[in-house]
């Protein structure tokens, strides 16, 4: 794929992870309901399956910007785009199996929005952390729901795109598949 055609699938991308977010096709994580799985994530893993990490690191930045200068919170948006940006960076890590690259994305998301859940409870808004204890019950079972949110949400986002992807790749003929 030429570099005109990566920029453009990205742009294409990152508005329709916009539109998702806009649209808010999301769906509350039961154990924590304000924790969303959310679809945005989706056409921004296809870029990044199409185009490389560049590419979908480039369309996640541009969805943030994107909820930024609609007024979402900076601060939620800024842990989103953390959640996406690691997930990526595990997804190209330099693996053969598929599935080894899907446990080190997940591991990878789970640990930086570990690190990011702790500052958001602990620094910023201290406030939050006694409205999730009445979810959770304690801090180790919200840092285990919350990681199992994040492994969860990195197996439907990278599954979905990457079926998205092998399904449109066959059907366009490129030879260039990612494995």
């Not at 994580?29 to 924790?35: E, G």
């Not at 480039?58 to 919170?73: F, P």
Request: glycine residues 6%.
């Amino acid at each position: 794929m030429r570099r005109t055609q990566k920029l453009a699938l990205t742009g294409v991308m990152a508005a329709l992870a916009l539109g998702f977010s806009i649209l808010r096709l999301e769906m509350p994580y039961p154990i924590l309901p304000y924790l969303k799985l959310d679809a945005a994530e989706i056409p921004v893993t296809i870029a990044f399956f199409f185009c490389g990490l560049k590419y979908g690191v480039a369309a996640e930045v541009i969805h943030y910007l994107g909820l930024v200068l609609r007024g979402s919170n900076p601060v939620n948006a800024a842990m989103k785009l953390l959640a996406v940006v690691s997930m990526l960076v595990g997804l190209a890590a330099p693996l053969r199996s598929a599935a080894l690259k899907m446990l080190c994305a997940a591991a990878l998301r789970s640990a930086a929005m570990t690190v990011m859940n702790y500052l958001y409870l602990f620094v910023f808004f201290p406030d939050f952390l006694s409205f999730a204890l009445k979810y959770a019950g304690s801090v180790e079972a919200l840092y285990a729901y919350t990681a199992t949110f994040n492994v969860l949400h990195t197996v439907l986002s990278a599954g979905l795109a990457w079926a998205t992807y092998r399904a449109v790749a066959r059907r366009l003929n490129l030879a260039s598949s990612r494995a």
